[in-house]
């Protein structure tokens, strides 16, 4: 019994610290948090901080990595082997149930807030690790779209709009509940709004090179 409880007494540690601990750095940044008040308010030995991550600076880390989120879903979503515009879509529904998941602690956000204000070291680790991945899928489904390459300017001022549509709910949320009351983020609501980037993104992405070969004739028979 003893040996079966110790992992769960363990890992029941590591979650009240990272809990606090996302608490903390919310409330005060990563500079001005302390461990010992981390500990207080998980009620853990100051030991255990460096136990379970070694340092103030990699237990950051783990709660950047927790207020991203897992991002397997969409990895897989991306990557499922659907054609472009299938892809491109389950890949938006992946991330946009991500980010507006219900119960998320409101303190997630206010870690990336802070980070993105005043960014840390761990930051660059954490995108690399999570977001590039993600990023770069996108580009290349986008790209795929346009029949252009992945690192075209247009292909990336695409993706950059996409995800800005997404942030958008995400940190906007203090905007949205004075400018539209009514918006409550239920399951159904945000399986609506996924669906709604992916449609209004699609629209213009699979619109695009059609457009863009009928705007070349123009010119030629202009130039003629």
């Known amino acids: 019994m003893a040996s079966q409880a110790t992992p769960l007494l363990a890992e029941g540690t590591r979650h009240k610290l990272l809990d606090a601990a996302g608490q903390v750095f919310a409330?005060?940044?990563f500079k001005a948090a302390t461990v010992r008040e981390i500990c207080a308010r998980a009620h853990a030995n100051v030991a255990l901080v460096n136990y379970h991550f070694g340092d103030k600076?990699?237990?950051?880390?783990?709660v950047l990595k927790l207020s991203f989120g897992s991002t397997e879903p969409e990895v897989r979503a991306l990557h499922s082997g659907l054609p472009p515009a299938d892809a491109f879509r389950?890949?938006?529904?992946a991330i946009i149930r991500r980010i507006l998941r219900p119960g998320r602690p409101a303190w997630h956000f206010r870690v990336l807030t802070h980070e993105m204000?005043?960014?840390t070291p761990a930051f660059s680790k954490v995108i690399d690790e999570t977001m590039r991945p993600i990023y770069e899928r996108v580009c290349a489904l986008i790209g795929a779209l346009?029949?252009?390459p992945v690192d075209h300017e247009k292909t990336r001022l695409c993706a950059h709009s996409v995800i800005a549509q997404i942030v958008h709910y995400a940190h906007g949320k203090q905007v949205n509940a004075k400018i539209w009351p009514e918006l409550e983020l239920t399951p159904e609501r945000i399986e609506q709004i996924g669906n709604?980037?992916?449609d209004f993104s699609l629209a213009y992405l699979t619109a695009a090179p059609a457009n863009r070969k009928t705007v070349k004739k123009r010119t030629i028979r202009r130039n003629k």
Do not use: S
């Open 27 to 29: 409330e005060h940044g």
């Open 57 to 62: 600076e990699k237990l950051y880390e783990a």
């Open 90 to 93: 389950q890949g938006v529904l």
């Open 117 to 119: 204000a005043q960014p």
């Open 146 to 148: 346009l029949d252009l």
């Open 196 to 198: 709604h980037i992916a």
